[in-house]
T-cell receptor
């Protein structure tokens, strides 16, 4: 069983819709990530939040808007998407390095939200 | 810049046969190295990791991997494959000073024949 929970598992939306993907973890991890994955491809990093602050934005179009309301939750707001945005969206978390600790940075993934844009 | 190469796009093995999936990385120093597995329609699950010490690391589901610094490789092995091992396998590298950013290989699809 995954300890990172993503909802919804499936989402179909039109190009004018506004929707959100949600992610929750209760492992005490302070780094959370959004990845996009196309079929038969590796995950592509979109955003990284570290201690609830956006630390990495991989030049993602503004129609994707991340939000980290607290250390356990991560949202991805979607607006005016294109059909090519259809993909599996994966949330992940990892321990963030604290002074004196080794942070090896392995990722804990949710099962993903399968997004279809019509 | 860090990079990962998985030379085999697709591998087919018979159930009960041994398995080796190749991974080569490029990084200026010794990075953290990972193998993840992804079943169809699922997220990725960590199989094992290397960060220091013994170069032969054991993981879940009977997998092991060996870090070879001289060859910049981190190959994944299993002595006897089960039908449930059919999945996509990703090798990943993360720099020790590069917080938050892992680089994935393109993946190897494993098919298991009965």
């Amino acid at each position: 069983d995954t300890e990172v929970t993503q909802t919804p598992k499936h989402l179909v939306m039109g190009m004018t819709n506004k929707k959100s993907l949600k992610c929750e973890q209760h492992m005490g991890h302070r780094a959370m990530y959004w990845y996009k994955q196309k079929a038969k491809k590796p995950p592509e990093l979109m955003f990284v939040y570290s201690y609830e602050k956006l630390s990495i934005n991989e030049s993602v179009p503004s129609r994707f808007s991340p939000e980290c309301p607290n250390s356990s939750l991560l949202n991805l707001h979607l607006h005016a998407l294109q059909p090519e945005d259809s993909a599996l969206y994966l949330c992940a978390s990892s321990q963030e390095g604290l002074a004196g600790m080794i942070n090896t940075g392995e990722l804990f993934f949710g099962e993903g939200s399968r997004l279809t844009v019509l | 810049a860090q990079s990962v190469t998985q030379p085999d796009i697709h591998i087919t093995v018979s159930e009960g046969a041994s398995l080796e999936l190749r991974c080569n990385y490029s990084y200026g120093a010794t990075p953290y190295l990972f193998w993840y597995v992804q079943s169809p329609g699922q997220g990725l699950q960590l199989l094992l990791k290397y960060f220091s010490g013994d170069t032969l690391v054991q993981g879940i589901k009977g997998f092991e991997a060996e870090f070879k610094r001289s060859q910049s490789s981190f190959n994944l092995r299993k002595p006897s494959v089960h039908w449930s091992d059919a999945a996509e396998y990703f090798c990943a590298v993360k720099g020790r000073s590069n917080a938050g950013k892992s680089t994935f290989g393109d993946g190897t699809t494993l098919t298991v024949k009965p």
